[in-house]
Each structure stands twice: as structure tokens, then as C-alpha cells.
């Protein structure tokens, strides 16, 4: 039996407005095994991103645990799950998230400089010549297209080596023959390094490149199936 990376048990996440509780989540369970890829997808709202975040522990649910490897990140701290995560999970967002003021090479390399990796140089130019960057090493990002700024955050992600990547919408902002360029780069990576995928997207085809899919609605998990 697949050894569990990531498990949430009974999950939910309600938000109060001034007018009404709302249920984002509602009571959502599911185990998800070392070197497995997953999908999650579902309509718009209902609540995909919510429950990636929840997962990742960048956000905290309102019932319910969540482990992460043999930490149960709900009973953390804010704190003590920004250290878990610095351990064992890489981000890549729809968005991209480089910052302006750095180079392609700096942005790959700062968060190992960070964690005080010796090699973060050497390894971060070894993942952008991976993602065929090797001749914008020195490039900023406004300098870059939309594509290459998602490789330099596909570098990023990789370089740091995660047990855990979560993807949200990765070819969201992209056009189509840039999204399949890059998610083919995703999913080469991910091979390669045997990382836990979690994926948010609404894209079918992208979904069923991962081993099964977990379908979202209304907050509720609707079915988990083998792609």
C-alpha cells in the first residue's frame, strides 16, 4: 500500500459576512499517497482553491485535521506550518508570483538561499537549462513572456526540491499552445523527481494526465476516480 503523504479528515471552511455564514468546504476527507499526482477539479466557487490552500497549510480549516507527512499541520502554529512547508512543499500559481526585481536566475535561487542550501546557485541554473532557460539566466521578468516566466516558476518550484507540489491553475494565464508546453514540462518534472502532485484546474485534458481526479462541487467532495 501507497505510503500517505497528505490527508485531510472531515474538513470544512465557513467564512461570516455580515449577512450570512457561508460554507466554502463541507466536510471533505481524502488521502493522497507519496508520488501520486491528483487533480482537483470542479465548477467555478466551488471551492478548489479553498481546499488546495487548506492542504498546504496556507490557510487553516474551521473543523477538521490535516496531516502532512507525519505532521498534523492543523495543530500548528501559523509559524510551525510556514517551517513545514519551507521542508516539503514547492508553489505554482496561475499567476506566476516572481518577483520584479530579480533575475530568473535569483528568483530560482533565493528561496534555497534561504534555507541556507550551499549549491542554491548551481542548483538553480541546473532547472532553468531543465525548462530551456539557459540563455535568460540574467533576464528580469518583465523581460520574459508569459511562458517563460511559468518555466522560471516551474525551476523554482522543482530546484528546492518539494515532496509536495501544488499547482493552481498552471496554464491558466497562458494560451494554449504555451499551456501544453508547459504543462508537458509539469508533468516531465514531476516524473523525474517523483514529487507528490496536487493540481487545481479546470482544464479535462490536464486533469486526466494526473492518476485520479477528485471532483469538487458546491463545496463537497463529489467522487475521486483513476484517470
Known sequence: MTQSILRAQGVSKRVHTADQDLTILDNVSLDIGLGESVAIIGPSGAGKSTLLGLLAGLDTPSDGQIWMGDHEITATTEEGRAAIRAKMVGFVFQTFQLLGSLTSLENVS???????????RERAIEYLNKVGL?????????????????????????ACSPKILFADE??????????????DLLFDLNQQTDTTLVLVTHEQRLAERCQSIITIDDGRLLSRVES
Open 110 to 120: 533565493l528561496p534555497m538561499e534561504l534555507s541556507g542550501q550551499r549549491d542554491a
Open 170 to 183: 498552471p496554464t491558466g494565464n497562458l494560451d494554449q499552445a504555451t499551456g501544453l508546453k508547459i504543462s
Open 134 to 158: 539557459a540563455a535568460r539566466l540574467s533576464h528580469y521578468p518583465k523581460q520574459l513572456s508569459g511562458g517563460e516566466q511559468q518555466r522560471v516558476a516551474l525551476a523554482r518550484a522543482f
